[in-house]
Nanobody, 113 residues
């Protein structure tokens, strides 16, 4: 059974940074493509960043150059480093396997002055 535990969200001002973490269990972590997703108010959940098992990454255009996804296979953890945060990044952030249907609780990120 897949379990996903996101953490690291909070309230920050525009331009500040946050790092999200997600511990994943119940999968063969090392070979699984993982992603960060977010649900902004009034908008369907959208993908933010993807990292393949070997480490290849992909980002949605609006976060390119500001967000970095990484993984620690020894710790079964995937990270999302978010820099230069903008109010439009405000959302609940989730991690999941690419194509996964079971979601965790997510972690709230609020960017506001």
């Amino acid at each position: 059974q897949v379990q996903l535990a996101e953490s690291g969200g909070g309230l920050v001002q525009p331009g500040e940074s946050l790092t999200l973490s997600c511990v994943v269990s119940g999968i063969n972590f090392n070979i699984t493509a993982l992603g960060w997703y977010r649900q902004r108010p009034g908008i369907e959940r959208e993908w933010v960043a993807i990292i393949a098992g070997p480490g290849n990454t992909n980002y949605r255009n609006s976060v390119k150059g500001r967000f970095t996804i990484s993984r620690d296979n020894a710790m079964n953890t995937v990270y999302l480093q978010m820099n230069s945060l903008k109010p439009e990044d405000t959302a609940v952030y989730f991690c999941n396997r690419v194509g996964g249907v079971t979601w965790g609780q997510g972690t709230q990120v609020t960017v506001s002055s």
